[in-house]
T-cell receptor, first 111, second 114 residues
């Protein structure tokens, strides 16, 4: 089992719809969870982080964490063509500052 | 504030040559990470430092790879000798524990070994 797993996609959604991106992780002791966005040819940039179970909202983005199920998700409301990118989930190894990234989910927002 | 600065941005080299990638982390950050990204394997952590000390180098693929951090504002990743399978984008990143451990990436060094 990979340490951090994401569906590679592509996930295609129409403009204005909600995009739902999912990530599972294997280390039960992980405490820090991040979502990054990466445009083609660019470096990853932080969207948001979450540490506690439940939802965390920031503008059009909502991160959801369920530690019991070892599952973290990212919802993008009112998706725009400019949201088309690869979304990377990152999780720390328990007790360390070592961050493991998933392979990313490619999102396409269709105009 | 300047972000993480990497050089060179692009390098094309011949197999067997030595490659040195350079990184200047964000001032005040106490963690520095070297990642490698390929289409096949995604973003892989090679090594990370805390206060200039290597903490975990288990991701370094083999002895041809080495990394140093002689001071808080500079790190190098060296490949000697380079091989075509080393072709990838190498990202340097830094973070500060007090900022929620958010990792900030440089723009990457695009390496092609022919």
């Amino acid at each position: 089992q990979k340490e951090v797993e994401q569906n590679s996609g592509p996930l295609s959604v129409p403009e204005g719809a909600i995009a739902s991106l999912n990530c599972t992780y294997s280390d039960r002791g992980s405490q820090s969870f991040f979502w990054y966005r990466q445009y083609s040819g660019k470096s990853p940039e932080l969207i948001m982080f979450i540490y506690s179970n439940g939802d965390k909202e920031d503008g059009r983005f909502t991160a959801q964490l369920n530690k019991a199920s070892q599952y973290v998700s990212l919802l993008i409301r009112d998706s725009q063509p400019s949201d088309s990118a690869t979304y990377l989930c990152a999780v720390n190894k328990a007790g360390t500052y070592k961050y493991i990234f998933g392979t990313g989910t490619r999102l396409k927002v269709l105009a | 504030d300047a972000g993480v600065i990497q050089s060179p941005r692009h390098e094309v080299t011949e197999m067997g040559q030595e490659v040195t990638l350079r990184c200047k982390p964000i001032s005040g950050h106490d963690y520095l990470f070297w990642y490698r990204q390929t289409m096949m394997r995604g973003l892989e952590l090679l090594i990370y430092f805390n206060n200039n000390v290597p903490i975990d180098d288990s991701g370094m693929p083999e002895d041809r790879f080495s990394a140093k951090m002689p001071n808080a504002s500079f790190s190098t990743l060296k490949i000697q000798p380079s091989e075509p399978r080393d072709s990838a984008v190498y990202f340097c990143a830094s973070s500060f524990v007090g900022s929620g451990n958010t990792i900030y990436f440089g723009e990457g060094s695009w390496l092609t070994v022919v």
